[in-house]
């Protein structure tokens, strides 16, 4: 079944504590983005993946890394949390655009 | 500065009736525009797409317009049912790029 899939599903953690959101995919899909939606705001980028090994920050990048070794992983890599950054984050990947993108059931975030 | 606006944040309409839900976009020059369903909770899931060289594109009761001069998109459900009560959301696909940048979205519920 085409899929992407993250984890966790709830994170609850304290400022300035280092985590991890993986996210894999198992389409072949070249691109893959990270994306956080808040109320009133909708879906808003963070980064994004061309393909392996290239990566670049969408609109909303302050605070988040990540990196693209394999095609199929992509992990949001938040070395210092902070409350602000308190959202649902949601993965996902498609072929570079052209075709339909395939979300993740996304991780819901809580920075205290 | 680029933006993409959802005509409202709710529409509640009758059961059999017809939803028309409008996306506006100012600053974009986009290859694709694509209309997504979120339900509460869960990652989007892709409805539609059209190029921007198509005028209409209908899919069993929905049917999407796209007008590069107006700027405008417009996403129709005929004969609604309960179970097309959804937020849906709008996104644009820039050519160079592909990146897929979302309105905040437009929430339909259907009265049986």
């Known amino acids: 079944e085409a899929q992407v899939t993250q984890n966790p599903r709830y994170l609850i953690t304290v400022t300035g504590k280092k985590l991890t959101v993986t996210c894999s995919q198992n389409m072949n899909h070249e691109y893959m983005s990270w994306y956080r939606q808040d109320p009133g705001l909708g879906l808003r980028q963070i980064y994004y993946s061309m393909n392996v090994e290239v990566t670049d920050k969408g609109d909303v990048p302050e605070g988040y890394k990540v990196s693209r070794k394999e095609k199929r992983n992509f992990p949001l890599i938040l070395e210092s949390p902070s409350p602000n950054q308190t959202s649902l984050y949601f993965c996902?990947?498609?072929?570079?655009?052209?075709?339909?993108?395939?979300f993740g059931q996304g991780t819901r975030l809580t920075v205290v | 500065s680029q933006k993409i606006e959802q005509n409202s944040e709710a529409l509640n309409i009758q059961e059999g009736k017809t939803a028309t839900l409008t996306c506006n976009y100012t600053?974009?020059?986009?290859?694709?525009l694509q209309w997504y369903r979120q339900d509460p909770g869960r990652g989007p899931v892709f409805l539609l797409l059209?190029?921007?060289?198509?005028k209409e594109k209908r899919k069993e009761r929905l049917k999407v317009t796209f007008d590069t001069t107006l700027k405008q998109s417009l996403f129709h459900i005929t004969a609604s049912q309960p179970a097309d009560s959804a937020t849906y959301l709008c996104?644009?696909?820039?050519?160079?790029?592909?990146?897929?940048?979302f309105g905040a979205g437009t929430t339909v519920t259907v009265r049986a």
């Open positions: 996104a644009l696909v820039t050519p160079n790029d592909y990146k897929l940048s």
């Open positions: 059209i190029r921007e060289n198509e």
């Open positions: 996902a990947s498609s072929f570079a655009g052209r075709t339909e993108a395939f």
């Open positions: 600053n974009y020059s986009p290859a694709y």
